[in-house]
Nanobody, 119 residues
Framework: VQLVESGGGLVQAGGSLRLSCAAAGFTFSSYRMGWYRQAPGNECEWVAGITSAGGNIKYADSVKGRFTISRDNAKNTVYLQMDRLKTEDTAVYYC?????????????WGQGTLVTVSS
């Protein structure tokens, strides 16, 4: 499993960012994919998940209505559109397969992309 996240950066509260994650080393189109994040001093948190064909999407309550997950199976890429960002969204964001079991079920991670939201 190879995962390369990109698109993070510094943004003011209320702003937007779009994260991308390029996947390789497995049959991307067969797997539910998810976004996760880890803020300093906090445990890893599942943020959003999308089924293999994109027909079923779920969000953590903390991001519902502000974040949108999508995927392009032709490009082996999953996206996270983040709008109306809050300071508490500051974290390193990762993508990975979503088995519905949270972060601890996964052992192969990319480098992540840092999102910093300033007040």
């Amino acid at each position: 499993v190879q995962l390369v996240e990109s698109g993070g950066g510094l943004v003011q509260a209320g702003g937007s960012l779009r994260l991308s994650c390029a996947a390789a080393g497995f049959t991307f189109s067969s797997y539910r994919m998810g976004w996760y994040r880890q803020a300093p001093g906090n445990e890893c948190e599942w943020v959003a998940g999308i089924t293999s064909a994109g027909g079923n999407i779920k969000y953590a309550d903390s991001v519902k209505g502000r974040f949108t997950i999508s995927r392009d199976n032709a490009k082996n890429t999953v996206y996270l559109q983040m709008d109306r960002l809050k300071t508490e969204d500051t974290a390193v964001y990762y993508c990975n397969i979503d088995y519905g079991l949270g972060c601890n079920a996964l052992d192969a991670w990319g480098q992540g992309t840092l999102v910093t939201v300033s007040s």
